[in-house]
């Protein structure tokens, strides 16, 4: 691009090549431009500050040379000069005063502002009433918010992610019930909403970090493909009344109260009522305390077709930690028959409980293509002889079946950054 660029000043630009382009073709360059190169090709020639004045915007405040209390000051002059639609507007390191954000969310929304990001230092910025009036928005990402209690409507919203935000139950409600093209809703600790009822005949996506939500009823979501949890020391309980696309689920742990995935019932990973519900999930992921065959098998009757399975155990074993023990296990597990491809064991240590439930795997799964240990230990060459014996590896069903051990160092992490991604096909592959 440099090399076509004209570097005289002021002069023409009719004998460069990019000079004899269209001018649709030169503001679409422009606009993919770093803001400050667009902006500096206004002296190039008398043509060129009307096209980028025209082109679409992409206005990101880091971009802005000026020194930071110098910015809003920049925003505001660019803001009113420019005349093209707004593509994105990305707010991360300047910290506008209500009357400043107020009047460039005006100017945007007439602009048909398609991407927001707001990350304002350092205290929640409450959002104007103005910020109801985007409603070209298809993506919005708003960290440090306060959400504003007027009903919303963003009729071709298609991502929202709300992180450390504030939103009562009912203004969240109220905003989900607006966005009828939402497909992809991630939560990362939403202060002031208890609960959360979700109804969505577009939604594909629910991700929700943190504890301060308590009750998650999934009462209609017919496009729902996957629902990710993170926080599963502390909830929030979990109803899944109706999601018959569902296809990945997790993680799930001891410090969810209760879980219902159609007709079958959990409380604290103990079956209370297992049964065989949904069909359509693919993949789970669970963490457990000390992961044991009981409340495994228990899952996995729930899931006959499930074809990939994450276990996470917790490095730290309580010494009250009870085990369950298992009824007859002769009955047909049908995903471990047919379906179970891959199971990946994380912070595994080869305790008791862990060898049992690994080896009870390995022996069961018929179709198991790879089996992962991701271990809390250094892997010394004598630890793995002694595993791979006890494992019975010998003797497994699958023969074919790839048995990888890996050094694994536990993170806070249960899923990718970006796991709300709809694209993205394992979220839980960190």
Known sequence: MASLLPSGGG??????????????????????LPLDVAARTTALSRRWPNLWLSAPLRLRDSDLPSPSPHRSAAISSILASHRGDAVLFHLASTRPSPAELDSWLRVLAARRLRELLLQPPPEPLPLPPSLLACRSLRSADLTNCRLPAAAASFPHLHELTLRYAFASSAALHGLLAGCPALASLSLDRVFGCRSLLVRSRS?????????????????????????LGHDINWGPSMHVLHAPRLEILGYLGMGI???????????????????????SVKMLALEMVDPQVKPVVDFLRCFPCLETLYITSHMVVPRSMETLKCDNMDYSIE??????????????EGRRRELQLA????????????????????????????????????????????????????????????????????????
Not at 214 to 219: I, P, R
Not at 405 to 423: D, M, P, Q
């Open 257 to 279: 109260p209760s879980l219902q995935i159609g007709a079958a019932l959990f409380r604290s990973m103990r079956a209370v009522r297992p049964a065989a519900e949904f069909p």
């Open 203 to 227: 939604l594909r996506s629910l991700t929700e970090v943190g504890d301060e939500l308590q009750d998650l009823l999934v009462e209609d979501a017919p496009l729902l493909e996957r629902l």
């Open 335 to 348: 995903c471990l028959n047919h379906h179970l491809k891959k199971v990946v064991l994380a912070g595994y």
């Open 359 to 430: 080896t009870f795997l390995v022996s069961k799964a018929r179709v198991l293509q790879v089996m992962k240990f991701l271990c809390a230990n250094d892997c010394k060459p004598s630890w793995l002889t002694s595993q791979k014996r006890r494992l019975c590896l010998d003797s497994r069903l699958s023969l074919d079946a790839q048995v990888l051990f890996e050094v694994y160092k536990k993170g806070h992490a249960r899923f990718r950054k970006h796991a709300s991604n709809i694209t993205l096909v394992d979220p839980f592959d960190v």
């Open 11 to 32: 002069g023409g630009d009719e004998s460069t090549e990019i000079g004899h382009l269209p001018d649709c073709l030169l503001t679409t360059i422009l606009s993919l």
